[in-house]
């Protein structure tokens, strides 16, 4: 399915969105990298954003791996079922800890936590008028408002 042009539009403003308030609320000795590809043991995605442990220049001569990730993000306008099943499973078995989906059409961002090969154990979801934990190592650091992240 092709996305029409308001979807486009919709996924462009979440990453707009998440791209400003990541940047602002981020754990001190973490970076935001926006929809750059990632190495993983048997893939390669490109992430819509995610949150890395580090300095600018920790990572300029090799790839990071699981344990060096906070939170993977992507925002879903047309691909939810692929973000949450393909992309879910993808990223639990990689380890990565935490992994949101910005889900726009339902408004809403569906936070996936505990990782293992099958894929994410437990699913909590946020809706406009909450904020989204941000957590580092299990400890919650911040929030971002569901209504800031959401177009």
């Known amino acids: 399915m092709t996305p029409t042009t308001t979807e486009r539009s919709a996924h462009r403003a979440a990453v707009e969105r998440l791209t400003k308030e990541l940047a ?25 954003a995610f949150v890395l442990r580090g300095d600018e220049y920790l990572f300029d001569s090799w790839h990071p791996n ?4 906070g939170i993977v ?14 992309k879910g499973r993808i990223y639990a078995r990689a380890g990565i800890p935490v ?7 339902d408004k809403q961002v569906d936070v996936y936590t505990d990782p293992d090969a099958s894929g994410y154990k437990t699913r909590t979801d946020y809706a406009p008028g909450v904020a ?6 299990g400890a919650a650091l911040g929030t971002i408002p569901v209504n800031e992240l959401v177009p």
Do not use: H, M
């Open 73 to 86: 993000i992507e925002v879903s306008d047309s691909t939810l079922e692929l973000d949450r099943a393909g």
């Open 132 to 137: 989204v934990p941000i957590t580092r190592d």
């Open 24 to 48: 602002r609320s981020k754990p001190d000795g973490w970076r935001v990298r926006v929809q750059l590809p990632i190495a993983l043991t048997n893939s390669v995605p490109e992430p819509d």
């Open 99 to 105: 992994y949101w989906i910005v889900n726009v059409a």
């Open 66 to 69: 699981a344990a060096d990730f």
